[in-house]
C-alpha cells in the first residue's frame, strides 16, 4: 500500500451494539474497496476482522482490529470494535486511535445501549460521529422508525443523507438527499432511476437536513427561523463541516451482507468524515508537566501512542501505534516514556487484519505497527528523545468480576502465571494477582464471557488448562475481652532440659496486627527473652482460633513469669508464648470480621429500587444518593465483600449493560453470627481435607 498524506486519511472506529453487523459492514466496505478478493461471513469464520481462533469460535468481535480501505484517493483506517460489553477494552482502544465514529444500527433492533455507549465515548473524546442503519433487506428493519428515534434521542443534529424508497416492503432503491439521485440495487449493482414520488415524507427529510444545518452556523439558523429557504450550497457545505465539527451527525442505510447502498456510503465517508490532518492533533505534557500541542506534520519530531497490543507465543510482540506527528520509519530512534527506555525500530508494518505489509514508515495521522518492542505495554507514548512528550493513555473500564484459578495439572502455577501476565500485556482490562493471604490465583475482568475467552486463550496459546472457582473471601478474627493467661513449657530430656513459663494479658486494641508490651518486675523473666515471645505470638497471629485467619487488633502484655539458669531459652520462651496464645485466645470470646467495602453504582433513576433492594438483600447499608446526569444517579452503600461476587452480572442483567459501579475495600467489621459460624464449619471442613 502506498504512503498517504494525513489530508488523505481517515481514521475510522466501526462501533455499535453487538449483532448490529459492524464486522459484516467492515467485510462488505473491505470487499468493494478491493482490499480483499473474498466477501468473508462472520458465520462461516473467514472475514478480514475476526480472525483470532476465539472469534471465529464464537462468531464475535473480541477485540479491536485495524483494515485499511483505499477509496476516491483517500485511505480509511478501519478499526472495527467489538459490540459486548464483556470485551470493552477493544472500543476504548479504536475510540483512542480514531478520529470519527460509524455507529452501525440493527434496522429491525434499533437502538440498543451499545448505540448509546458508542455515541457517548465518541462524544466524550470530541470525535466526528456518523450512523448507519444496518440490515434493511431483512422485512421487519423498520428505518423511518429508527430514523425517528435517532432523532428523539440524539437531537436535531442527526441529519439524514441517504435513504431507502420502501416499496412492497423492499428497500431496493436508495436516495441521496444530499445530491438529490436514486439508484436502484435490485439487480445487485447500483443503476440511476429518476426520483421516486415519496410524498409527503420527502418534506419531512429535507426538513430534519435544515434543522441540522441550522445548528452548526448562527445566520443559518437565523435565515431558517425566518423561514428562508436553503441554496444547495449552503446545505452541503453546512454538512460538511457540521459532520467535521461534530455538530451534525449524518445517517446513512444499506445492507452489508447484499452489499446495498455501500458506494454511496463509502463516497460519503470519503466526503464528510473530517481527516488526521484536521481532527488527529494533540495537546501532550513535555517533562515538566506543562501542555505542548502537536500538529499532525509528517517534518515534526515523531510522537505516537501505543494503542494495542497483541502478545503472541510464536509471532512475538506487536505493538499497534497511532502517529501523531513526524513519522516512525526502521532508522528511528524512539525513547518510551514510561520507562525512559530507548526503543529501536527494526521494522515497520500495516495491519490488514492479521495480514502485515511491510512499510517503508508509517506517516503522521496513520495507523500501523511495530514488532518486538519487548518492554513497550499499551497505552505508553513513544516520542523522539530531542522533544519528549506525553501523550494521554487509554482510558479502561475497570475490572468487575474475580475468579480464583485452579490449574488441572499440579505443578504448572508458573505456567499460568506467565501466560496470564502476558495475556494481560495483550488485554489491559484483565487483571492477574496472587493473593498471598488465601494463597490463590486470581483473574479479574468485565465479566463471564470474559474471563470464559482469557481460560480459553490461556490454552490454545501456552498449553495450559485451567478451571476458574469463587474466590476466598480475607477475613480476620479478634477478641472482644480481657484475659491474662499462664503458658509454661518444661521438656526434660537427657543433659540440657527446655523451660519457658509466662503470664500475658491479651486485650483488644486497635490495631493491624499485634501490639507487644511488657511490664515484668523484679526480673523473673530476663529481658533477652523479651523478643523471642513476641516472634512467637507473631506467629500465632497468622492464623486465629475460630477458622485459621489472621487475627488483628490484639495487645499482648507479658507481665510475669518464671525462667531456669540452664534450661531456659529462646526457643523455651517461644513455645511457652505460643501454649499462652492456644489457651488465653478461646478464652477472649474470639470473633470473626468481614471486610467491607465501598460501593458506588451509577445506573438509570428506573432502576434506583432494584439496586437498593439488591444492596439490602446482600446486607448491605445504603449511605446516599448523589445525581450523575443523564437520567443516571449513584448509590453509595457499605456492602460486605462476601456478597458482592456476582453483583457485575446482576448490574449489568437489571440495567441492561446501562450500569457501572466500583467496589473498594474500606474497612473490618464484626460479621453476624450465622455467617461467622458458616465460614468457620467451612474452613474447619476444608483443613480437615489437608
Not at 108 to 120: D, L, Q, S
Not at 300 to 311: E, L, Q
Not at 529 to 551: H, N, S
Request: glycine content about 10%.
Amino acid at each position: 500500500m502506498n504512503p498517504y498524506q494525513a489530508k488523505s486519511i481517515i481514521n475510522l472506529a466501526v462501533a455499535g451494539h453487538g449483532g448490529s453487523g459492524k464486522t459484516s459492514l467492515a467485510e462488505a466496505m473491505l470487499y468493494l474497496a478491493g482490499a480483499s478478493d473474498r466477501r468473508g461471513k462472520v458465520d462461516d469464520g473467514n472475514t478480514v476482522c475476526d480472525y483470532d481462533p476465539e472469534e471465529v469460535r464464537r462468531r464475535t468481535s473480541i477485540s479491536a482490529a485495524v483494515a485499511p480501505v483505499e477509496w476516491k484517493n483517500k485511505k480509511i483506517n478501519l478499526l472495527d470494535a467489538p459490540g459486548l460489553f464483556d470485551f470493552e477494552g477493544g472500543l476504548c482502544e479504536a475510540m483512542r486511535a480514531a478520529d470519527t465514529v460509524l455507529i452501525v444500527i440493527s434496522g429491525k433492533n434499533g437502538i440498543a445501549v451499545g448505540t448509546e455507549k458508542a455515541f457517548e465515548a465518541a462524544s466524550k473524546r470530541d470525535l466526528a460521529k456518523i450512523f448507519f442503519v444496518n440490515g434493511l433487506c431483512d422485512e421487519s428493519a423498520r428505518f423511518y422508525r429508527v430514523f425517528e428515534d435517532l432523532k428523539a434521542q440524539f437531537g436535531p443534529s442527526v441529519c439524514p443523507v441517504v435513504v431507502p424508497f420502501i416499496q412492497d416492503g423492499q428497500a431496493n432503491i436508495y436516495i441521496n438527499l444530499l445530491e438529490y439521485k436514486a439508484y436502484d440495487y435490485s439487480g445487485g449493482k447500483p443503476v440511476p432511476v429518476p426520483m421516486p414520488d415519496m410524498g409527503d415524507r420527502l418534506e419531512g427529510l429535507r426538513t430534519a437536513i435544515y434543522e441540522a444545518v441550522a445548528e452548526t452556523d448562527d445566520a443559518l439558523f437565523e435565515k431558517y427561523f425566518a423561514g428562508e429557504e436553503f441554496t444547495p450550497e449552503e446545505v452541503i457545505v453546512g454538512v460538511s463541516k457540521g459532520v467535521k465539527s461534530g455538530a451534525i451527525t449524518p445517517v446513512f442505510c444499506g445492507d452489508a451482507m447484499l452489499m446495498r447502498g455501500m458506494e454511496q456510503f463509502l463516497d460519503g465517508l470519503a466526503w464528510l468524515a473530517p481527516s488526521a490532518e484536521e481532527k488527529a492533533g494533540e495537546v501532550g505534557l513535555d517533562v515538566d508537566g506543562n501542555p505542548v500541542e502537536l500538529q499532525v506534520n509528517e517534518g515534526a519530531s515523531p510522537a505516537a501512542i501505543v494503542f494495542k497490543t497483541v502478545a503472541d507465543p510464536f509471532i512475538g510482540k506487536l505493538s499497534y501505534v497511532k502517529v501523531i506527528s513526524g513519522k516512525i520509519s526502521t532508522e528511528s530512534q524512539l525513547v518510551n516514556m514510561r520507562t525512559g527506555n530507548t526503543e529501536r525500530i527494526g521494522k515497520t508494518v500495516m495491519m490488514c487484519g492479521k495480514k502485515q505489509e511491510d512499510v517503508k514508515y508509517i506517516g503522521a495521522g496513520d495507523i500501523g505497527a511495530i514488532p518486538k518492542l519487548t518492554s513497550t505495554n499499551t497505552g505508553d507514548t513513544l516520542c523522539s528523545p530531542a522533544h519528549k512528550v506525553v501523550l494521554d493513555g487509554v482510558e479502561y473500564p475497570n475490572p468487575t468480576l474475580s475468579m480464583a484459578i485452579v490449574p488441572k495439572n499440579k505443578g504448572e502455577e508458573d505456567k499460568v502465571a506467565q501466560g496470564m501476565l502476558r495475556l494481560s500485556e495483550e488485554d489491559p482490562t484483565l487483571k492477574f494477582t496472587t493473593n498471598h493471604e488465601t494463597h490463590e490465583m486470581v483473574l479479574s475482568g468485565l465479566g463471564e464471557q470474559h474471563l470464559d475467552v482469557a481460560v480459553s486463550k490461556l490454552k490454545a496459546k501456552f498449553g495450559v488448562d485451567i478451571t476458574l472457582k469463587k474466590p476466598k473471601v480475607p477475613y480476620r478474627e479478634t477478641i472482644r475481652k480481657k484475659v491474662q493467661v499462664q503458658g509454661r513449657h518444661k521438656k526434660q530430656t537427657g543433659g540440657h532440659g527446655q523451660f519457658g513459663d509466662v503470664w500475658i494479658e491479651f486485650s483488644p486494641c486497635d490495631s493491624d496486627g499485634l501490639e507487644f508490651g511488657e511490664r515484668v518486675v523484679g526480673g523473673s523473666v530476663p529481658k533477652g527473652f523479651f523478643p523471642a515471645v513476641e516472634k512467637g505470638l507473631r506467629e500465632c497471629i497468622l492464623k486465629g482460633p475460630l477458622a485459621g485467619y489472621p487475627v488483628v487488633g490484639l495487645s499482648a502484655v507479658l507481665y510475669d513469669g518464671s525462667y531456669h539458669p540452664v534450661d531456659s531459652s529462646e526457643m523455651s520462651f517461644k513455645m511457652a508464648a505460643t501454649l499462652a496464645y492456644k489457651a488465653g485466645m478461646p478464652q477472649a470470646n474470639p470473633v470473626l470480621l468481614e471486610p467491607i467495602g465501598l460501593l458506588q453504582a451509577t445506573v438509570p433513576d428506573a432502576n434506583m429500587g432494584d439496586i437498593m433492594g439488591e444492596v439490602n438483600k446482600r446486607r448491605g447499608r445504603v449511605l446516599g444518593m448523589n445525581p450523575a446526569g443523564e437520567g443516571k444517579q449513584t448509590v453509595e452503600a457499605e456492602v460486605p465483600m462476601a456478597e458482592m461476587h456476582d453483583f457485575c452480572t446482576y448490574v449489568r442483567q437489571v440495567t441492561q449493560g446501562r450500569g457501572s459501579f466500583t467496589f473498594t475495600f474500606e474497612r473490618y467489621e464484626e460479621a453476624p453470627s450465622n455467617v461467622a459460624q458458616k465460614v468457620i464449619e467451612e474452613a474447619k471442613a476444608e483443613n480437615g481435607d489437608d
